[in-house]
């Protein structure tokens, strides 16, 4: 109560002769006063970069984990990666090589021939090289039976060479009638029409040479 009524009866104009208690109160106020805006200004600050550093640390900590996890594994995973590209190449070569295409595109008539498949078109297109294989386009136009198909695509199947035979702008419908529109169709007649693609394996030589061609068209 008598710091109170100090205040009250403060002479603003003789602040030396303030009551040592009044002086005592202003001075612990000043000092709050600057410790609150030095924490306001500073440690505020400060806590937020401390924030920010704590999040980053969480994040760091995650990908560490992460890459310990992945360089455990690196090993098996290389062990992985040699066994997967062996695999791969050993496909690649029971693919027709260059020498073996002309052949196969022999055997591959001559099986739609004996499957009894009338062979209208059969015209092998240029080929399109990619990186480690060729694509040989083939134009046909056949005509025959869902079983003569069927007995063709097998016997395409088990010739030595492994052949892919993918279908692209093929059609396939029924056979129109050979002698006119008075004529009676053919009984279960089918005709296959447009263009298969089969594929060879590029060899070494080949996929060399095709590498400076490809950085010199870059």
Do not use: C
Not at 37 to 59: C, H, N, P, R
Not at 65 to 75: G, I, R, T
Not at 89 to 98: D, N, T, V, W, Y
């Amino acid at each position: 109560m008598k710091l109170i009524d100090d205040l009250r009866n403060l002479d603003r104009n003789n602040v030396g002769g303030w009551p040592k208690s009044v002086k005592g109160f202003f001075i612990a106020l000043v000092i709050v006063v600057i410790l609150f805006l030095g924490w306001y200004f500073y440690i505020s600050g400060e806590q937020d970069t401390l924030a920010t550093a704590q999040q980053q640390e969480v994040t760091l900590k995650t990908d560490f984990e992460a890459k310990q996890a992945k360089v455990v594994n690196l090993d098996a995973l290389k062990a992985q990666l040699a066994q997967m590209n062996e695999m791969l190449s050993q496909m690649l070569r029971e693919l027709p090589g260059k020498t073996e295409m002309p052949a196969l595109l022999t055997n591959i008539s001559q099986t739609a021939q004996a499957a009894g498949i009338e062979t209208d078109l059969f015209k092998p297109q240029p080929e399109i090289p990619k990186e480690f294989y060729a694509i040989q386009p083939i134009a046909l136009k056949m005509q025959g039976t869902y079983h003569q198909f069927g007995t063709f695509i097998s016997g395409v199947a088990s010739l030595p060479r492994v052949v892919i035979l993918t279908m692209h702008d093929v059609s396939l419908s029924a056979a129109k009638p050979a002698g006119g529109r008075d004529a009676p169709p053919p009984g279960g007649q089918l005709m296959l029409e447009g263009t298969v693609q089969t594929y060879r394996y590029l060899g070494d030589e080949e996929a060399k040479g095709k590498e400076p061609a490809k950085q010199g068209g870059k």
